[in-house]
């Protein structure tokens, strides 16, 4: 039974996500704040978690932050759950390695949903039967999870490792935003295809030698994303 943690500092939204989850089968434990939190997640590592952005210091995009800063969570999936929803907010969480994104008030089936499609995607990876992707220098390694440039392992988000490997498993394949939403995000995903553009600008910073002249995940005008299928030697 997959262990869920729940962060907010309004009760009944705690009561509200935990009993929509266990409904699903899930097992979950609630707090109030970011500092009992994080006590818990140092004595165990849940399989998601949900934060509340707007809660007292330290609030959920800092939480997000320290989790991908750390070895042990930096691929757990993690859904921020806030009453923010401009589209300035919704990038901002994606940016610091939030998984997904949820307007509250919420439905619990939706909750239920987006967490099983992300415990789903933890499990069992993209859809490549290969087990080692190789290219320019990098290494994706599809049972293990783990991507590694010249030999140096990167540290990768959920959806930056998914979104990587799709690209890499086809190379010079041209997807659109949409396409990948499908593919990386689900049909069952309510972003927008700004979401695509976050992720692909962090994969740049974390895999390219010059992010702003990117070499191995190109920008086809007008069409979307493409991983090169000429990429260049590793040093």
């Known amino acids: 039974m997959p262990l869920i943690y729940i962060v907010d500092d309004e009760p009944h939204i705690r009561r509200l996500a935990a009993e929509a989850l266990k409904d699903y089968g899930m097992d979950t434990e609630t707090f109030a704040n970011g500092t009992e939190f994080m006590a818990a997640v140092r004595h165990k590592v849940p399989d998601a978690a949900i934060l509340d952005w707007m809660m007292p210091p330290p609030d959920g995009l800092e939480l997000c932050r320290r989790l991908r800063q750390e070895a042990p969570t930096a691929q757990l999936p993690i859904i921020i759950l ?4 401009d589209e300035t ?5 994606l940016e610091l390695g939030a998984d997904d994104y949820i307007s509250k008030p919420f ?3 939706e909750l239920a949903a987006r967490v ?8 069992f990876g993209g859809s490549s039967d290969q087990v080692l992707l190789q290219s320019g220098g990098l290494t994706l390694d599809v049972k293990r999870r783990r991507v590694t440039k010249n030999g140096l392992v990167v540290d990768l988000t959920l959806r930056e490792f998914d979104l ?13 935003r949409d396409q990948l939403l499908d593919r990386v995000w ?3 995903y309510f972003g927008d295809t700004r979401t695509v553009d976050v992720h692909v600008r962090y994969l740049r910073q974390k895999l390219e030698d010059h992010p702003e002249q990117p070499q191995l995940i190109l920008t086809v005008r007008g069409v979307g994303y493409c991983f090169t299928d000429s990429p260049p030697s590793a040093p």
Do not use: E
């Open 82 to 85: 806030t009453a923010k929803s």
């Open 89 to 93: 907010d919704r990038v901002l969480g």
């Open 107 to 109: 439905g619990v089936r």
């Open 116 to 123: 099983r499609a992300l415990l789903r995607r933890r499990s």
């Open 164 to 176: 990587l490997q799709l690209l890499m498993t086809y190379p010079g394949q041209v997807f659109s």
């Open 186 to 188: 689900k049909t069952n």
